[in-house]
């Protein structure tokens, strides 16, 4: 049986993309899921898909700005499951610009959802998994956080912070809790739509088309660090095309 059978899984960002994914290839493998994003009529879609298909799922519309709302989302697979075993913590924005654009409003939202979104997912899992005496922290952040390019400066700094925050979850989290950051590259997804620099948007839409890989190979990269032995924490995961330099 795999290791992934039965367990309960919350996703942030769930309603598409990797998150989406990611939910679909888990409840394939016997996963129970509690279903995280802003979007509850695509929320209330994927359940109904997984549920067809003879999985388990429940929902709850979620922003990740709002501490309250991932308090309730864990709370939520207690009522529905009786306890949590992984977070994936997916949610993230990505509206980049030059710093000359002075975008100020938008480098708040990516601080928000990308770092705080993190930070308020730890803060609403930590305590339950501390109680349980055993628990999974799942962080998507980029490829970004190893590399710097133009436009990206506050993304980047947005998805160093995701790094630096699950190393040091890592180092307290003793024995019993494991934490593993998944660092994609380019995704065919709708990530460049949120760009509101024109330039910017083609460009990376042009990348894309170019290169990118399915979000079904993000969702496999976290199923392997779910699937290993309690003892085995696999920690950190790059994904990448293989055309990315």
């Known amino acids: 049986?795999?290791?992934?059978?039965?367990?309960?899984?919350?996703?942030?960002?769930?309603?598409?993309?990797?998150?989406?994914?990611?939910?679909?290839?888990?409840?394939?493998?016997?996963?129970r899921l509690v279903l995280g994003a802003r979007r509850s009529e695509r929320l209330a879609e994927l359940v109904a898909r997984i549920e067809k298909a003879g999985g388990a799922a429940a929902q709850l519309r979620t922003d990740v700005t709002r501490r309250d709302d991932l308090h309730a989302l864990v709370a939520l697979a207690g009522e529905r499951f009786g306890r949590l075993d992984v977070l994936v913590s997916n949610a993230g924005v990505g509206t980049i610009s030059p710093l000359d654009d002075l975008r100020v409003d938008e480098w708040d939202h990516m601080v928000d959802v990308n770092v705080k979104g993190v930070l308020h997912g730890i803060g609403a899992a930590l305590p339950v998994f501390r109680a349980q005496g055993t628990g999974h922290f799942i962080t998507t952040a980029s490829t970004a956080a190893f590399r710097i390019v133009p436009t990206m400066a506050v993304y980047a700094g947005t998805k160093f912070a995701v790094r630096a925050i699950c190393e040091g979850l890592r180092q307290e989290a003793g024995d019993s809790l494991r934490?593993?950051?998944?660092?994609?590259?380019?995704?065919?997804?709708?990530?460049?739509?949120?760009?509101?620099?024109?330039?910017?948007?083609?460009?990376?839409?042009?990348?894309?088309?170019?290169?990118?890989?399915?979000?079904?190979?993000?969702?496999?990269?976290?199923?392997?660090?779910?699937?290993?032995?309690?003892?085995?924490?696999?920690?950190?995961?790059?994904?990448?095309?293989?055309?990315?330099?």
């Open 1 to 31: 049986m795999s290791e992934i059978n039965g367990k309960v899984v919350a996703i942030t960002g769930a309603s598409s993309g990797i998150g989406e994914a990611t939910a679909l290839l888990l409840a394939e493998r016997g996963a």
């Open 179 to 245: 934490v593993t950051t998944v660092s994609p590259g380019p995704i065919a997804t709708d990530f460049a739509e949120a760009s509101t620099n024109s330039q910017v948007r083609a460009e990376i839409v042009k990348m894309r088309d170019r290169m990118a890989i399915p979000p079904e190979a993000i969702a496999r990269a976290i199923a392997f660090a779910i699937e290993q032995p309690a003892a085995v924490d696999v920690n950190e995961i790059v994904v990448r095309p293989t055309a990315q330099s």
